[in-house]
C-alpha cells in the first residue's frame, strides 16, 4: 500500500505526519518511507537513517554535430520548451530549459543530435533500523524537480506500506509525487489560510483519483474553517493533533511524537488501520 503525505502549503507538519507514521508501523510490517520534497528533504533528521547507496540522476539533453547539421529549424520547431535556438551557421542549446523528451533527437532529418546525461541532484537510499529509507536531492539552482522524484519512486518495494513524504503546494513536483498513491493524507492547520490551501490539495487529489482524508495540526487554535469545509467536502478528519508545547519540544530536538510519546505511537497506529479501513471499502464500492 502506498500512502502519500501532502499538503497544500509548507509548514503544516507533513514530515511530521509521514515519518511519526513510519516509526508507529516499524516492526509490525515492511514499512519503507521516501522523501519526495527533493528540495529540501528533511524526514533523515527524525529517522536517521544510515545512507548506504548513492546514485546520481540525469536528464538527457541534445548535442548538436554542427557537420551534419543543416540548420533546417526542425528541432527548434518541435521543442515545447524552447531549449534550441537555430541560427543561420550554429543551434544554441539551452540545457536548464530542456526536459529530456528527446523529440529533437527523432525528429532531426540529417541524425545530427544525439543526447548526454545531465546531473540534476541524487537519490539517496538507505535503512533507519528496521525502515526502509530514501530520499532525493535536487542540486541547487536547477529548476526541474520531477525527474528527480521519478528516481526516489523507483526505490519503493512491492511488498508492506511505502510512505511518501511529498514536496508543499500542488504543483507539478506534488502531483508527480503523489500520482500512483493508494491512498493521500493531507495535512492542514486551522486557520482560513490553512483551508484554502487545504482545498486546492483536495482539488488535486481528486482530479488524480485518490482518495483522501486530512490531518488537522495544531488543533485548538484558529478557528472552525477547515472544520466546516471538511464537512460540507465529506471529508474526514482522520487525526487531530493539539497546539502541545511537548509535541514542538520533541519536535525541536528531531523527535517525532510517535518516537517520545507512547500515546501517539498508538494514534498514529490507528491512523494507519483507518486508511487501510477507507481503502479496502473504497476498493468493495467499486
Known sequence: MIISVASGKGGTGKTLV???????????ERVQL?????????????????????????????????????????????????????????????????????????????NAITEKGREIGVVETGKADTIGFAQGRLTIGEPMAPPVIKKVKEQAEKSGIVIIDAPPGTACPVVETVRGSDFCLLVTEPTPFGCSDLSLAVEMVRRLGIPCGVVLNRAGVGDQTVQDYCAREGLPIMLSIPYYRMIAV??????????????????????AEDIERVSHARISRS
Open 18 to 28: 509521514a515519518t511519526s507514521l513510519a516509526i508507529a508501523l516499524a516492526g509490525r
Open 34 to 110: 521516501l522523501d519526495c520534497d527533493v528540495e529540501e528533504p528533511n524526514a533523515h533528521i527524525f529517522l536517521k537513517p544510515v545512507i548506504a547507496h548513492r546514485q546520481p540522476v540525469l536528464v538527457p539533453v541534445p548535442v548538436v554535430e554542427e557537420q551534419k547539421c543543416t540548420h533546417c529549424g526542425k528541432c527548434a520547431e518541435v521543442c515545447a520548451f524552447h531549449a534550441l535556438s537555430v541560427l543561420p551557421k550554429e543551434v544554441l542549446v539551452f540545457p536548464y530549459l530542456c526536459h529530456g523528451c528527446g523529440a529533437c533527437v527523432w525528429l532531426c532529418p540529417e
Open 250 to 271: 520533541l519536535y525541536s530536538r528531531g523527535i517525532t511524537p510517535a518516537d517520545g510519546i507512547s500515546y501517539w505511537r498508538q494514534a498514529f497506529k490507528r491512523l
